[in-house]
């Protein structure tokens, strides 16, 4: 598991790679109020420079990067994010 920098003190992330897959994972710490932030995702864990993800939780597509990752999310929320590509 790596910690990841969100830029943000109600967001919380990590970084978990598998042998199979590997996800991010984003809370809103926050229960009362919507968080949004920057989170980063460093070169050293060896993600291409633009990669997809998909939201496990409602099956959401976006495209990532390496660097700054814009996030929002509601109150109490989270993404769990597989990255597919």
Sequence with gaps: VTFLDTRHEDLFAYFKQGSSE???VCVNLNPEIFSEGLLAIP???GLPGSFQVVDLLDGA???WRTG???VL???GSSHIMRIVS
Excluded: E, F
């Design 61 to 63: 597509g976006y495209r």
């Design 73 to 75: 999310l509601s109150p």
């Design 68 to 70: 700054d990752n814009y």
């Design 43 to 45: 070169a050293s864990l």
């Design 22 to 24: 590997s996800v991010i």
